[in-house]
């Protein structure tokens, strides 16, 4: 590392330290790139600096969620109090929306009950429900709304519908109806999100090397994300790395 680097994290001291432990922190919890970590390590103040204004920063958009908590809160109040006098299907629907916000999912699934029972046509109320279902590790329960919202949609939700339909089935030992319509989901459909699970699906059969393949094109498909999308799939991608390692190992 060139001396003049090194003389001008000794100015920051001991901010230096504090400014690489709070990269170090976030490196761990959010594992980005690992390269990053070199940066950060021998990089000293400037490495982590610079990590910071690549990686910190632009995630200062996703917090936005967390301040809009405070005012889903004060919704779901004014939305309670007009369901008192007013408790119609668009009221209880818009209550299950900011209750599955808040993922408090079995409220929200309760207040998709109610708005169903007032209105039966709402493929949203029902897609919502299943969703709450399947959160709860409830499958069974989840797949008669998706089904509803699948006959009456094949594209529901840009084919997130029948994905997680198919997804249900397979969790509830369905496979001969699960592998069809997964198969169906993702010739339109190659979100982070489908490739993992028709990924984790192939695995379940002893599907090994066409699941090895489909995974390999949810990390190839990382690579073109922008680094904003990179950071809301992060989940998928990890997930993916760790079912890729473990048939590597198999």
């Not at 409220?107 to 109320?125: N, Q």
């Not at 499958?139 to 006959?151: G, K, N, S, Y």
Request: proline share 5%; hydrophobic share 40%.
């Amino acid at each position: 590392m060139p001396a003049a680097i090194i003389g001008l994290g000794y100015l920051f001291y001991p901010w230096g330290y504090i400014v690489q432990f709070v990269a170090l922190v976030h490196f761990f919890r959010r594992r980005p790139n690992g390269f990053w970590i070199w940066i950060i390590f021998f990089g000293g103040f400037i490495g982590a600096v610079v990590y910071i204004v690549a990686e910190m920063l632009p995630e200062a958009g996703l917090l936005r969620h967390a301040y809009q908590g405070h005012g889903r809160r004060s919704r779901i109040a004014a939305v309670q109090t007009a369901i008192l006098d007013n408790p119609s299907a668009a009221n209880l629907e818009e209550l299950g929306d900011l209750y599955w916000d808040e993922k408090e999912y079995v409220r929200a699934r309760e207040a998709f009950d109610r708005a169903i029972a007032t209105r039966s046509d709402s493929p949203h109320s029902f897609y919502r429900r299943g969703l709450c279902s399947m959160e709860l590790g409830q499958p069974a329960d989840a797949v008669p709304d998706l089904e509803q919202v699948v006959r009456a949609d094949s594209k529901y939700d840009s084919y997130r519908a029948p994905l997680v339909l198919a997804h249900a089935y397979a969790m509830t030992g369905r496979d001969q109806e699960a592998a069809p319509l997964f198969a169906e989901v993702v010739q339109h459909s190659n979100t982070p999100e489908t490739l993992y699970t028709y990924a984790a699906f192939l695995k379940s059969q002893n599907r090994n090397d066409e699941a090895r393949d489909w995974l390999q094109q949810l990390l190839e498909k990382k690579r073109t994300l922008p680094r904003y999308w990179q950071r809301i799939e992060r989940p998928w991608f990890l997930k993916g790395q760790a079912l890729l390692k473990e048939l590597s190992g198999s």
